[in-house]
Structures are given as C-alpha cells and as structure tokens.
C-alpha cells in the first residue's frame, strides 16, 4: 500500500489494473476485486484525501469546487465531490433499490430503454452492497422488491404521520432504507438525526473513511492523489495507457485492465478527449426531477422519527401510467427545510415531502468538450416525460395523503438538483444502442470497464449509489 504515492514515482510504470476515480463505482469493484485475484493496481484520483475531522473542521467534504471543474449553458447545478471516496462523502445515504419494472422501462411501456439486465440479476449484489453497508432497512419492502436476505440493520423508527401512513397503506408505504446506521457498528455510532447528511458529525453515515479505506491501503494497491486524468491512449481496440496531470506536469502510466470510474460528467469528458467518442458518449446526462411540497396536519406532530428521512410511499410509482409519463415516488421528511409551522401549539403539525420523477436519457442533455477541452454542459431540461408525470404527482398526492388529517398541501417549488449525475455512458445490449454492455465493458475496448452511475440507461425514481455498488460488485464478480 502507497497512499499519495508521488506522480513521479509511477510515471512510465505498468500496472496489471489502473482505476480512474474512487467513487462508488471504482471502491466497490475494488473491494470485490480484491478478494479474487492479486494484482499491481494504481488508482488516480484528481481530489485528495479528507478525513472526516478534516471535513469537520473545514464545514466541507471537499476543497475543490464542482462548479469549477465544468461550464454550463444552464444555471442547474451538477452537485458532485472530487476526493478520495468521491460521492460517499456526501451523499445523503438514502439506500432504495431500483423497482423490478425500472430495468423493463422500454418492454413493458414503450418507453425509454431497457436495462441489459434484470432486477434478479443484480439482487444477489444490492444484498452483497447491503451488507457491506450495514443497511437499515423495512423488511416489508420485499412486496415490491423481492429479497433473498435480510436487511442487515432493523428500521429506522418512523414519524407519527409515517405510522399512520403504513398502517393504512401497508404494500406501498415503507421505512427508508439507508446507510445512516440504525445501531452501531464497529467503525460507526447510530444516527444522531442531526439533520446534517451530507456532513455526518456523528460519522454514522457509511463513507469511504469510515467503511471502504481498507480498499486504498491494501499492500497492491497504490493511491495518486490530485491526478487529474485526461486522457485514455489505445491502439488495435485496446487502451494501452493514461495520461494524467499533476502539479502542471503531464505523467503516463501504461496498464492491462483500466476501470473509469470518475463520475457522469468528467468520466465522459475523458472518453470524448481519447477520442472515444460513439453516438450514445456524453448523451443522455440525467437526474431525477423533484419537487418540494408541504402537508399542514390537523393535531398530528411530526419530527419523532429517528433519521432525516423516514418513509417513502410507492403508491404513485409503477402502473400503465408508466407509458404516458413518469412514475413518482415521494419521500416523507423528518426534517424542517421549511421551517417549523408558524402556529402557536403546532410548531410541529407539518410534513414536509419531497416528490421526485423519473426521467428519460435525451440526446440534447449531454456533456461536451470546451475549446480547452473540459467538460462543457449541455443541458436543455427535462423531458415531458418527467414534467407530465410531476403534474399528475402533485394532482394526486391529497388522495395518497387522505390517511392523514391534512388541513392543506403547501406547493414549496421545484428542487434546483437531486445531486445524481447519471447516463452519459449507458450500458445495453449492443454498440447500436449504448457504450458499455451488461458486465460494464465497452464494446469495442474490451480492457476498459466503466463503473458508477454515468452507465445508467434510465434514470428511476430511486437514489442510485446503492445500484452503482452493486453493478460493480457484480462486474468484478465476471473479472477472471
């Protein structure tokens, strides 16, 4: 193990496999990686390394600024963390797996594209993330999404307006899933339920600093830290190198197996600069679309329950509906981002939601080169699918809340972002359809796997690091 090993010390050298970012999808498939074989593996990660007193002290997880790692034709934010760890320092960890019928989007309604692959394919890995996680979970969620284990953390402890909610609607409400450990473990307290996710002051959100280091200070593996990749070299369908800079200096490392793993916006940036630029490469960037809303309750208090957030409700999610505009799952808040109600004796008499849409991959959406060959965004805004399909949410959502005593429903407007960047290099079947196929390797480049969620080929309602874990759990499970 070498953390920080000097840009110097690699330049020139040959790897068995070199890992772009570390992330999601790059720690996961080297945890699983590590497991079956012995191999000399370099990780290049532009960030460096932020340890969680460091990112308490400094009131960040990060010291380099997204925004100015991209520009924009739009004022929409693309929220993501450049450091050792990427997205599991500050993700909220919420934990939903993707519903069976998001993998069928295109089978069953004529919509979208279908996954390469489905629900039971991957099930045995979500269980696999699960448990490396320490997943609080509803067992009852297994109505919807079959299970074959348990969760391994009991439930989060629900609010008074989520009781009410199941006990009326019991196949389609449920305790959020989530890596925000219900009982301590070894490396982590129980949630404090401070309401502060992205920066845990407990600790007791997983992370890689607290859950995955072992990944980077394994005796094969060395860690180059403010290594900013950009670009991949390749000859006779195989890529043969990268080239990274450091410190103004450009540095090349040669290696048998590559996995690019930086995240939906700059791991598209660096296949486009390599001039591995196929139809469906930088197309496609999406996130869900959300919305912010907020019930008033007549006499029923809310902010009892254990975590930030406590229920979620399918009830507006799969259907026919799916073929004319989007599912919609919406999320129940035990946290006040509207302030308490402003009501002698009812400060708590409120529940804030949070509806959030899926969204179809269109081409206009997508990342591309700027004249200094940076990643420029292109983005015009969702689909009507995904607009139609927030309209029919808001319309029906007083008929999913009638368990409740709701005196009205508050419109608290659209959601600037829900800080997931997904789908500018989509896996599928074939080279007519996508850019890396089931197991997450190009098509074309056979020594190049693509991890984390920029290989989604639809964007579900769900939050996605849970699936981008699990997909790299499994394609490390195909290396032989």
Same mark, same amino acid.
């Given at each position: 193990m070498v953390l920080d090993v000097r840009s110097e010390q690699v330049a020139g050298e040959h790897f068995d496999v070199v890992v772009i970012g570390s992330g999601f999808g790059s720690a996961f498939f080297l945890?699983?990686?590590?497991?079956?074989?012995?191999?000399?593996v370099l990780l290049l990660e532009w $960030?460096?390394?932020?340890?969680?007193?460091?990112?308490?002290?400094?009131?960040?997880?990060?010291?380099?600024?997204?925004?100015?790692?991209?520009?924009?034709?739009?004022?929409?934010?693309?929220?993501?963390?450049?450091?050792?760890?990427?997205?599991?320092?500050?993700?909220?960890?919420?934990?939903?797996?993707?519903?069976?019928? !998001?993998?069928?989007?295109?089978?069953?309604y004529g919509v979208g594209q279908d996954w390469p692959m489905t629900y039971d394919d991957l099930e045995p890995f979500y269980c696999q993330a699960e448990t490396i996680m320490s997943i609080s979970g509803d067992p009852d969620m297994a109505t919807i999404m079959p299970r074959s284990m348990a969760f391994p953390q009991p439930p989060h402890r629900m609010s008074t307006p989520d009781r009410m909610m199941k006990a009326d609607q019991p196949d389609q409400h449920f305790v959020m899933p989530t890596a925000r450990a219900r009982l301590a473990t070894q490396q982590r307290p129980s949630c404090c339920a401070s309401l502060r996710c992205w920066l845990c002051p407990a600790d007791a959100k997983f992370t890689a600093n607290n859950g995955l280091m072992h990944v980077f200070e394994h005796p094969d593996v060395a860690v180059c830290l403010g290594s900013e990749v950009r670009r991949l070299d390749h000859a006779a369908g195989s890529v043969r190198a990268v080239r990274f800079r450091h410190g103004g200096k450009e540095y090349v490392v040669t290696g048998d197996l590559f996995i690019l793993g930086a995240n939906g916006i700059q791991s598209a940036a660096i296949m486009l600069r390599s001039?591995?630029?196929?139809?469906?490469?930088?197309? $496609?960037?999406?996130?869900?679309? $959300?919305?912010?809303?907020?019930?008033?309750? !007549?006499?029923?208090?809310?902010?009892?329950?254990?975590?930030?957030?406590?229920?979620?409700?399918?009830?507006?999610?799969?259907? !026919?509906?799916?073929?004319?505009?989007?599912?919609?799952?919406?999320?129940?808040?035990?946290?006040?981002?509207?302030?308490?109600?402003?009501d002698k004796g009812r400060l708590r008499q409120t529940l804030p939601l949070v509806i959030v849409t899926e969204d179809l991959l269109?081409?206009?959406?997508?990342?591309?080169? !700027?004249?200094?060959? #940076?990643?420029?965004?292109?983005?015009?805004?969702?689909? #009507?699918?995904?607009?139609?399909?927030?309209?029919?949410?808001?319309?029906?959502?007083?008929?999913?809340?009638?368990?409740?005593?709701?005196?009205?429903?508050?419109?608290? $407007?659209?959601?600037r972002t829900e800080s997931h960047v997904q789908g500018t290099l989509r896996m599928g079947r074939d080279p007519t359809d996508s850019v890396v196929d089931r197991n997450l390797v190009h098509h074309s480049f056979r020594n190049l796997l693509i991890v984390g969620t920029s290989i989604f080929p639809s964007c579900s309602c769900a939050n996605p690091s849970l699936t981008a874990a699990a997909l790299s759990l499994r394609a490390a499970s195909l290396i032989m």
């Open positions: 945890h699983a990686f590590q497991k079956r074989r012995r191999a000399r $960030g460096r390394h932020n340890s969680h007193a460091w990112q308490l002290e400094h009131g960040a997880n990060t010291d380099l600024k997204d925004e100015e790692t991209y520009r924009s034709n739009s004022p929409k934010p693309w929220n993501y963390t450049i450091g050792l760890g990427g997205g599991t320092n500050c993700w909220f960890a919420q934990t939903p797996r993707l519903h069976p019928n !998001d993998f069928r989007l295109k089978s069953l001039d591995l630029d196929g139809e469906f490469v930088g197309r $496609g960037l999406h996130e869900s679309y $959300g919305w912010n809303m907020e019930a008033y309750l !007549d006499g029923v208090d809310n902010f009892d329950g254990s975590t930030i957030t406590t229920g979620l409700n399918f009830g507006l999610y799969d259907g !026919d509906h799916r073929s004319r505009h989007a599912a919609a799952l919406v999320y129940f808040e035990n946290r006040w981002q509207h302030g308490l109600r402003p269109e081409a206009e959406n997508s990342v591309r080169l !700027d004249e200094n060959d #940076n990643a420029f965004i292109q983005y015009k805004g969702p689909a #009507n699918y995904a607009v139609q399909g927030m309209v029919r949410a808001r319309e029906k959502l007083p008929e999913l809340l009638r368990p409740l005593p709701v005196e009205k429903i508050i419109d608290r $407007g659209l959601r």
